[in-house]
């Protein structure tokens, strides 16, 4: 097995700009295996919405982290975790991000009074090859002992289906359990229609 270092993120402009390239490099790979309909094909840097929001999220998580709130359900508007994988040489090689509030397109679809926290995003660095190896997995892990920590019951995420449902199955075989479909058009710009699931995994 892979010798995976996971550290939450850092308030820095250099995890942000990591987990941004790492989206990017994301983008030759999808095209390659027929998937290039899960985020189109403008780098996730070029999109200043995206760049701005990324900037955040890193930011609260370092404030988070900064303020010790490894907290307990219920957790504030706004908390967010994010978490940056290193292989044994120390490069940065994935990073996970997790929220306390599912986004709107899926929140109705989440059963009611249901005690989770929700990953807004799961992202490896093809650019370290394997380096990169294990560090999906490490990362769901770290993600699953913040889960517990915080007093939730399951862990959801949600995927593109395209392409069929190549990703869903991975998650799959990660442990979640595919749920409901939705459709949320422009998700990832003006045009792509987007088709996705939901995913849980239980709390153990
Ligand atoms: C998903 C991801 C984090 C998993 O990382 P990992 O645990 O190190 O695993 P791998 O990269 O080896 O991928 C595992 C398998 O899933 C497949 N896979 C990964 N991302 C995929 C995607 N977006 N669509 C379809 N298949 C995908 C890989 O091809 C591989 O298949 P194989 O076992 O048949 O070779 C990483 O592959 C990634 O960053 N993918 C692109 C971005 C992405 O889709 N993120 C998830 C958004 S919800």
């Known amino acids: 097995m892979a010798d995976v270092k996971i550290r939450l993120a850092l308030s820095s402009q250099e995890d942000a700009a990591f987990i941004l390239a790492a ?24 999109k200043p919405d995206v760049v701005v929001s990324m900037t955040k999220d890193v930011q609260r998580s370092g404030d988070v982290s900064a303020q010790h709130q490894g907290g307990r359900l219920p957790l504030p508007a706004g908390w967010t975790r994010i978490f940056i994988s290193l292989s044994a040489s120390g490069t940065r090689t994935g990073a996970l991000c997790l929220i306390a509030e599912p986004p709107s397109y899926v929140a109705s679809l989440l059963p009611e009074g249901h ?16 380096e990169a190896q294990g560090a999906g997995a490490a990362l769901i892990a770290r993600a699953m002992q913040e889960a517990r920590d915080c007093g939730a019951d399951s862990l ?30 422009g998700k990832h710009g003006p045009g792509l229609p987007w088709q996705g699931r939901v995913l849980c995994k239980q709390v153990r």
């Open 23 to 46: 989206f990017d490099s994301a983008l030759p790979f999808l095209a390659s295996i027929g998937s290039e309909a899960q985020w189109g094909s403008v780098p996730f840097s070029a």
């Open 115 to 130: 005690q989770s926290l929700f990953m807004k995003f799961l992202i490896t660095d093809r650019r370290t090859g394997v």
């Open 156 to 185: 959801y995420s949600d995927c593109w289906e395209g392409n069929g449902g190549r990703l869903v199955r991975f998650y799959e075989q990660q442990g979640f359990t595919a749920g409901a479909a939705f459709r949320v058009d």
